[in-house]
């Protein structure tokens, strides 16, 4: 059977809904509190360089709550290392924000950045921190990854979401390919109810990363009712 598989909730569009008001309601470590309740293992929350959503504040009241593994998703910069290696958050993500460092579906371009992704990989490793990196499910870019220091990757699922053919096999290969070297793999971006089962199915995912699909269900079910209906999905696939 395999190993067992960990949802994280991303809780971002919860604070884009609040600062669209400008006031405090929704509150993103409120939401964090009810999705763990719901069975949600981790927290995941993106710290924009421009704050469009998640705001420095949120990011410590959710760190300092300590009620669950936070993984921080952010750029490669000098000021978000900083940041990190202050609030200790139990994984960071690093995710590309500017056009340069995408590649063609999306996914960090490792292999082009790796002069810069390095020095950051090993200082946010020193404090202590687990970094994984946003890739394309691309074998150049897993391998890339596991050469710079990084302990996990996040597969891209953007393109398989948006039903691009071969691209399930292509995510099935690249997490195989995380096992030889060495990589702890997971996965997100656009996964939904209806197309969540067969990447919790590849063996070696071991986290997935949802948040805009459960925001949107929560408006009709509530919260709770969507994190328990993905997770439920999630371990029957990975059962089946
Ligand atoms: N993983 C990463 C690295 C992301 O940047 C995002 C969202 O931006 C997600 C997962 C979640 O994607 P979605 O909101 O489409 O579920």
Known sequence: MSEAIRLGVNIDHVATLRNARGGVHP????????AVAAGADGITIHLREDRRHIRDDDAERIRA???APVNLEMAATEEMAEIACRLKP???????????????EGGLDVVGHRATLAPII???????IRVSL???????????????????????TGAYANGKPGELEHLAA?????????????????????NVGPIA?????????????LIGEALLTGLPASVREMRRLMLAARNK
């Not at 690249?174 to 209806?194: F, I, N």
């Open 27 to 34: 509150d993103p470590l409120t939401v964090a509190k009810a």
């Open 65 to 67: 709550w300590n009620g």
């Open 90 to 104: 139990h994984a960071v993500c690093i995710v590309p924000e500017r056009r340069a460092e995408v590649t063609t």
């Open 122 to 128: 090993a200082r946010l490793n020193a404090a202590g």
């Open 134 to 156: 946003f890739i394309d499910p691309d074998p150049a870019q897993v391998r890339a990854s596991a050469e710079i220091g990084a302990a996990v990757v996040e597969l891209h």
């Open 174 to 194: 690249a997490a195989r390919l995380t096992e030889e070297v060495g990589l702890e793999c997971h996965a997100g971006h656009g996964l939904t109810y209806a």
């Open 201 to 213: 199915a590849l063996p070696q995912v071991r986290e997935l990363n949802i948040g805009h699909y």
